[in-house]
């Protein structure tokens, strides 16, 4: 896998590597990001295409379908939590060597995603990993059975989303997973005044660092329209002194 991805690595030296330094596997839904950092220096970086084509796999190989078509599914009907899908939901799929399309039931899909999703952040765990979870958007209604599974960190927090809202994460699931980002990358930081920054991170901060649990930085990466005022005021509020 690491050849395909242009990535010139040996894997026997990348293991010894992953058992010193820390490791990171980004389980998005299309790929997995692996990297190592060794003292703040990124050693080793490369995109794998394994977490995301597992699942593709899984679903061809449960419903009989080709893979083409097995990706479609998984994007447009894919879940991974049975419990959040109604049991109502069905679509339907022209399976290998039937005359005639058929339906499946949404809550078989997100079984079968589910159980892989399952087993890659139990891989991550038995190296003695945190399992750190890429998903934009609202995912509160799936985090109680990602918290089961074995998530670790949520990234990025993204507080205008849906059910998003960051003191009541922190109230409801502070306890079980440590929150990467949560301030605002849509609104505040690029449109919002300089007192605004520096308001909303130390709200933030006093809630969100009670008890540990909230790695501080904004919701995404920063865009070229921030304004380096704003950037440096969020800073400072962070860091706890002046940049200037």
């Known amino acids: 896998m690491a050849r395909r991805s242009g990535f010139d690595l040996d894997l026997d030296r990348f293991d010894a590597l992953a058992r010193r330094t820390p490791v990171l596997a980004n389980l998005r839904p299309l790929r997995a990001e692996v990297a190592a950092d060794r003292a703040i220096r990124l050693a080793q970086y490369a995109v794998l295409g394994v977490g ?11 419903l009989h379908l080709p893979t083409e078509l097995a990706e479609s599914v998984k994007l447009t009907h894919g ?26 039931q949404r809550t078989d899909l997100a079984h079968i995603v589910h159980m892989r999703v399952a087993e ?47 003191l009541a994460l922190k109230r409801d699931f502070g306890r ?28 933030l901060l006093d809630a969100l660092n009670d008890g540990g649990g909230w790695i ?7 865009q070229p329209d921030t304004p380096p005022g704003n950037i440096v005021a969020m800073y400072e509020v962070l860091l706890g002194r002046s940049l200037t």
């Open 176 to 203: 079980h997973i440590t929150f990467h980002g949560g301030i605002d990358m849509q609104e505040l930081l690029p449109h919002g005044t300089v007192q605004q920054v520096r308001d909303e991170t130390r709200r």
């Open 120 to 166: 890659m952040f139990e891989l991550i765990r038995s190296f003695g990993k945190r399992v750190r979870y890429h998903s934009c958007g609202g995912v509160r209604d799936i985090l109680p059975d990602l918290i089961d599974i074995g998530l670790e960190v949520l990234t990025p927090f993204q507080p205008l989303a849906r059910g998003m809202e960051p």
């Open 79 to 104: 879940h991974a939590d049975p419990k959040a899908v109604s049991a109502l939901e069905a679509f339907p799929i022209q399976p290998f060597g039937e005359e005639l399309p058929s339906k499946v």
């Open 52 to 62: 995301g084509q597992h699942i593709t796999n899984d679903i061809a190989y449960g």
């Open 216 to 222: 501080a930085c904004s919701s995404h990466n920063l």
